[in-house]
């Protein structure tokens, strides 16, 4: 947890790695220099599915699009990444639950884990007794989970496959699904598309996804990140006025046409990116409010894709400044109409005074904060939409009236604010 936190504070500095190098979830990687970092370099380079006459299974699929592993799968082929999800016992413990809880469920049928990596969900579920579990993993992390599956003595079970799931085919289809597919804020990485397309081509009828259910939340908070990120931007630019400075005496030549652009570049890092907390409950100014909730055995890839839009309504029950919008989810495991879970499990990224998990919540920072009296209300109406860059990174509008108690404007100018999510 001191770990997660020292990650969120103080803020990432300006200077942010390159893309292909900067975690999809969890603490930044190493950098080039650090030795550590040399023996996956390579792996982290370019796709591998199939590649180095290690084929996974006879039924290994494609590798990921390059600039798609570039950006995206990249990071996971790193083990250091892997351990980082496994060690949130919150996260691996909850999975571990719903399977173990729910024996019943998995005893003899057929799995498909999608997005196998370690095979740890795999692993759980071949102890659970089922007859067979298709491990479907993109990167040559799928080589290290194949070695897990025989040390651990599941190899009769678990069939690891390397590919994209949208490139395997399998000889049968199966009873259920499990992975773990949730990014910050639920939908960044897009992962769910993929979970969607092997519902749609490998699941039975009567077939059960693990998860079953997603909840998406806003919740307003106080924050000292508020302050703290408006005070780096405005490092940031008064830096830049002594950078335009020095060039112009080192060398006569004047930067000052840059300034605006800059200055946007700043303000859409420091002010505009929605970023990694560790919200303690006591920061909540009032009840967390759901806005969004999918049903995973029946919402189409058509409908995931589209954006989110939602109204919703914040009680700032104890009274303003409201500094930010903490933005989490939770998903729960229930089982199938036909094969419902005999304990159905939820896993929650909710403030916990416990500490987060390693998806914390993401802070929606607002400059500057809100005047809230006790008991005023957020009238909100929220659109995350995918960047269209790439699509597993979002852009959010949120827009914001205050009300007071009895629903009546207080005077309060509404907010309209946009935040990506990186
Ligand atoms: C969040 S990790 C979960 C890993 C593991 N299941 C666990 O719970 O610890 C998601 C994994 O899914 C893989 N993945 C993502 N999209 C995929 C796709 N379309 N096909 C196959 N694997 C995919 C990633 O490479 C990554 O290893």
């Known amino acids: 947890m001191l770990r997660l936190l020292l990650r969120a504070w103080p803020p990432r500095p300006a200077a942010r790695p390159p893309a292909s190098v900067r975690p999809i979830r969890g603490p930044p990687l190493p950098t080039a220099a650090d030795p550590a970092m040399e023996p996956s370099e390579a792996a982290a380079a370019e796709p591998s599915a199939g590649q180095n006459g290690a084929r996974c299974s ?21 083990i250091y990444h892997q351990k980082d999800m496994l060690e949130d016992h919150k996260r691996t413990g909850s999975y571990f639950n719903a399977v173990m809880r729910n024996r019943g469920a998995f005893e003899g049928r057929v799995v498909l884990d999608v997005g196998t990596g370690s095979g740890i969900l795999a692993i759980f579920a071949a102890r659970a007794g089922a007859r067979k579990v298709y491990a479907v993993e993109a990167t040559s992390m799928a080589k290290f989970a194949r070695e897990l599956a025989i040390g651990n003595k599941c190899e009769d079970v678990i069939e690891v496959i390397q590919g994209t799931i949208e490139t395997v085919t399998l000889p049968e289809k199966v009873d259920i699904i499990i992975s773990e597919w949730m990014g910050y804020f639920l ?21 059960a ?10 919740s307003p908070i106080e924050s000292p990140g508020a302050s703290a990120w408006q005070g780096e931007y405005q490092g940031a630019m008064e830096g830049w006025h002594s950078f335009l400075h020095a060039m112009s005496s080192l060398y006569d030549v004047d930067l000052g046409c840059l300034t605006n ?10 002010l505009q990116t929605a970023q990694w907390t560790d919200v303690h409950p006591a920061q909540m100014l009032g ?14 890839l058509e409908e995931l894709k589209k954006p989110v839009s939602a109204a919703f309504t914040l009680d700032v029950v104890a009274g303003g400044p ?34 987060s998990t390693h998806w914390g919540q993401l802070s ?19 659109c995350i939409t995918r960047k269209q860059e790439n699509h597993r990174l979002m852009n959010v509008s949120l827009h914001c009236d205050v009300l007071d108690p009895s629903d009546m404007p207080t005077g309060v100018p509404s907010r309209d604010l946009t935040f990506q999510i990186e």
């Open 58 to 78: 006879e039924l290994d699929g494609e590798a990921p699009e390059s600039t798609d592993y570039a950006n995206y799968f990249c990071t996971y082929s790193f």
């Open 187 to 207: 939908l960044r990485e897009s992962m769910l598309d993929s979970v969607l397309v092997a519902r749609d081509k490998f699941l039975k009828p009567d077939g």
């Open 209 to 218: 996804l693990y998860p079953s259910h997603a909840r998406m939340y806003f």
């Open 261 to 270: 652009e800059f200055n946007k570049e700043q303000a859409d890092y420091y």
């Open 287 to 300: 009840p967390p409010v759901c806005f969004k909730e999918y049903d995973l055995l029946t919402v189409t």
């Open 322 to 355: 409201v500094e930010a919008l903490a933005g989490f989810f939770d998903v729960e495991f229930r089982g199938s109409p036909t094969n419902p879970a005999d304990h159905p499990v939820r896993l929650s990224t909710a403030p916990d005074m416990a500490g």
């Open 364 to 382: 929606f920072f607002i400059h500057p904060p809100i005047d809230c009296g006790q008991g005023d209300k957020l009238r909100c109406r929220v």
